[in-house]
């Protein structure tokens, strides 16, 4: 057993250090990414006015009116869970990986039998008092397993079966994600687990071999696993003219909106589209569609300027991470954030099926805005306790 030593030193930047047979690892304030914290602030702003502008139009209804107090409750409880895990040493979570990984499962299989049905999804747990969605802490969960896993493997991961055993790791959450109905949230499971695939360094034949297995098995998705409504979404997708009052409304609604912000848009609190209620889950889904509205081509481009910084940060801690745990965690939070980030523009610009998935730190969601700020705060543990040694790595299981 390698003793392990935590030295206060009261300098004027306040600094932690562990020291592991002669590694020294810094817990130094100076490493903290400001650039992320500051570009994650602004996106949740940025949604928070877009919410707020939503909820003032004299014809919404008192329950919407309410959104955005509930929205500032959401925020104060999501910055607390960063400021906790921002002072948790993240290499902890590779200890209990197993109990996270059981605890994901078994909140996925609670949801299904006694979860709360909104709109024909069991989604939800409800504990009278507040509820939330174990598909979403489902996210962080696997994320730190896998990394475990992963970081573990070093030589192995060039033996196919290891290779197999963490696809079926994924797909056990993932299977019960999609029964509750939950697509979109499955498909950014399988994403944290191809970009932790891909960083692990695995030969280029079995990701071949994966993708052509994915391409197989796409048939049986679409006969024996995806419900109704949302084969017709996907058709719809393709021709939402087909039934502009059905399954295509959202998509021909959202496009209109996009369009009619033209270079500066209608101006803040005076969208059309989501004030008149044409645009269904303005505050949400369809967030993107909003703000496009209102603020134009502009403030699409400020939206994805302010997005462009906050990846290109994961992936500066993914790089510096002191262990390869690190890394594999900070990949696995980027794939997740940028998979649904794509995915929500990109259905709200029509040339991508309507999944649910939220907008990243800026669509409404209590669950989501949370999931989102505890990745942040491990984020910023993982810069926080950088090596002393530019671009070494030291495994986890060393210290």
């Not at 902890?92 to 996270?100: A, N």
């Not at 008149?276 to 699409?300: H, K, N």
Request: net charge positive.
């Amino acid at each position: 057993m390698k003793r392990n030593l935590w030295i206060f030193s009261p300098l004027a930047k306040p600094s932690f250090y562990l020291e592991s047979e002669g590694k020294q690892w810094h817990f130094r304030w100076g490493n903290f990414d400001w650039i992320l914290l500051i570009a994650a602030i602004f996106l949740m702003v940025l949604g928070s006015m877009t919410i707020l502008s939503t909820v003032l139009s004299p014809d919404v209804k008192i329950a919407e009116s309410q959104l955005f107090i509930s929205h500032l409750f959401n925020i104060a409880i999501s910055l607390g869970f960063f400021l906790i895990f921002l002072r948790l040493d993240y290499r902890i979570f590779k200890h209990f990986s197993v109990l996270m990984y059981l605890s994901a499962i078994l909140l996925l299989i609670f949801v299904l039998v006694l979860g709360h049905t909104t709109r024909g999804s069991m989604r939800w747990i409800d504990l009278g008092f507040f509820r939330f969605q174990p598909s979403e802490m489902a996210k962080i969960l696997l994320t730190c397993s896998l990394a475990s896993y992963f970081s573990s493997l070093k030589e192995k991961i060039n033996d196919f079966r290891y290779i197999l055993l963490s696809l079926v790791l994924t797909l056990i959450p993932t299977i019960l994600v999609i029964a509750e109905p939950d697509l979109g949230t499955g498909m950014v499971l399988i994403a944290i687990w191809i970009g932790m695939l891909i960083l692990s360094g695995a030969r280029l034949r079995h990701l071949a071999l994966f993708f052509l297995g994915g391409l197989l098995t796409l048939p049986l998705v679409w006969f024996f696993i995806l419900v109704p409504y949302q084969k017709d979404r996907i058709l719809a997708f393709l021709n939402p003219k087909t039934d502009p009052l059905g399954s295509g409304y959202a998509v021909i609604q959202s496009i209109i909106a996009v369009g009619s912000g033209k270079l500066l848009g209608r101006g803040w609190g005076r969208g059309t589209q989501s004030h008149l209620q044409f645009l269904p889950e303005r505050s949400t889904d369809f967030i993107f569609a909003s703000l496009a509205e209102e603020l134009g081509f502009l403030g699409i481009s400020i939206l994805l300027l302010s997005y462009g910084f906050f990846l290109i940060r994961i992936l500066k801690i993914v790089k510096n991470a002191a262990d390869s745990f690190g890394s594999f965690i900070g990949i696995g939070f980027f794939m997740m954030f940028i998979f649904q980030i794509v995915v929500n523009i990109g259905m709200n610009l029509g040339i991508m099926p309507i999944t649910g998935i939220p907008l990243p730190l800026v669509s409404y969601g209590g669950t989501s805005l949370a999931t989102c700020f505890i990745a942040l705060g491990i984020l910023e543990s993982i810069a926080l306790h950088q090596s002393t040694s530019s671009g070494m790595k030291i495994d986890s299981e060393e210290i």
